[in-house]
């Protein structure tokens, strides 16, 4: 079975520009979260996304959104770009078969690396 | 709020010792554990998860990882170590029912000496 793929893989844009990152989930995997890693901050939670409704959300400004699809592939997007943004941009897929539960496992792309010039 | 703390930056081992890398958890209520691996230029690679029930879990590639519930601790073990062991290893948690939110530690970068 394939695994979670990203697109693009590496990614370089100037401030002030936006950036739509793309994940398409392991096949049967209903639910989609996306996390930042940079060396500073280490992994931190974007948010989460299943049945096309924004589930969970971390502790990122507005400028950071997403979305959905019916397919369950997820697009999250960052506008007006700071040079704070650079980052490795992972997505994570799991089942959540069963709502409400917190155990699924989540299975990660290799990542977006972002680099704000 | 959920955390994980990895005291150490970095793990050195000798090829074919035992390996330990240390996690310690906080949260409300129970705590579901996991262990990732991250290659250079890599996402994060599943080895082990804990929801419930034997303390003892095995996960891929011979890790194993022992919760303790006093100590709050959820630590990763392999018996002997190889040299393609060398990498970089998040622990997680995560903790509120209905939250599919994982909380990582810094990370720990072990070094396995040939």
């Known amino acids: 079975k394939a695994g979670v793929t990203q697109t693009p893989r590496y990614l370089i844009k100037t401030r002030g520009q936006q950036v739509t990152l793309s994940c398409s989930p392991i096949?049967?995997?209903?639910?989609v979260s996306w996390y930042q890693q940079t060396p500073g901050q280490g992994l931190q939670f974007l948010f989460e996304?299943?049945?096309?409704?924004?589930?969970n959300k971390g502790n990122f400004p507005g400028r950071f959104s997403g979305r959905q699809f019916s397919n369950s592939r997820s697009e999250m997007n960052v506008s007006t770009l700071e040079l704070g943004d650079s980052a490795l941009y992972l997505c994570?897929?799991?089942?959540?078969?069963?709502?409400?539960?917190?155990?699924?496992?989540?299975?990660f792309g290799p990542g977006t690396r972002l680099t704000v010039l | 709020a959920q955390s994980v703390a990895q005291p150490e930056d970095q793990v050195n081992v000798a090829e074919g010792n035992p390996l330990t890398v240390k996690c310690t958890y906080s949260?409300?209520?129970?705590?579901?554990l996991f262990w990732y691996v991250q290659y250079p230029n890599r996402g994060l690679q599943f080895l082990l998860k804990?929801?419930?029930?034997?303390?003892l879990v095995k996960g891929s590639y011979g890790f194993e990882a022992e919760f303790n519930k006093s100590q709050t601790s959820f630590h990763l073990k392999k018996p002997s170590a190889l040299v393609s062991d060398s990498a970089l290893y998040f622990c997680?948690?995560?903790?509120?029912?209905?939250?599919?939110?994982?909380?990582f530690g810094k990370g720990n970068q072990v070094v396995v000496i040939p």
């Open positions: 997680a948690v995560s903790a509120f029912y209905g939250n599919n939110r994982l909380a």
């Open positions: 804990y929801i419930t029930g034997d303390n």
């Open positions: 996304y299943f049945s096309e409704t924004q589930r």
């Open positions: 949260v409300s209520g129970n705590p579901y």
């Open positions: 096949s049967g995997h209903r639910s």
């Open positions: 994570a897929s799991s089942l959540r078969m069963k709502r409400g539960t917190s155990t699924d496992t989540q299975y």
